[in-house]
């Protein structure tokens, strides 16, 4: 898959995820189940890292590069474009009658008012 980069053996412990960072030497980073460990800088060999390659510690203990796979497949994207564009053109336009706006009544607070009798009048 990669093409080897290091020439430095790098030996590798159970518990550890081991990366090439940006300033181009090894670490080890401890896993989340690994809870004594910590981050360090493994090897002495510095690697000129390119951009759009993926750098990676293979299982032999190598530094390995991958071209990145970025994009999917060429030219899906302009496909995509033209698809969109296509369906914009098709689209039925919206009927420019405007629509009677309808008025809601707002709640109003009642005032809190005293009781005057607690008879109620009697219909003859």
Do not use: C, F, Q, W
């Amino acid at each position: 898959m990669g093409s080897k980069v290091g020439r430095e053996r790098i030996h590798r412990e159970d518990g550890y995820l081991y990366y090439v960072s940006s300033d181009g030497y090894v670490y080890a980073v401890p896993m989340k189940h690994n809870k004594r460990g910590r981050k360090h800088k493994v090897g002495t060999e510095k690697i000129h890292k390119e951009p759009g390659y993926l750098y990676y510690v293979g299982s032999d203990g190598y530094v390995y590069k991958a071209k990145m796979n970025r994009g999917g497949k060429k030219g899906a994207r302009r496909k995509k474009r033209r698809k969109a564009a296509k369906k914009k053109t098709t689209r039925k336009k919206k009927s420019t009658r405007k629509k009677k706006a309808t008025k809601k009544k707002k709640a109003t607070k009642k005032k809190s008012s005293k009781k005057k009798s607690s008879k109620k009048k009697r219909r003859r």
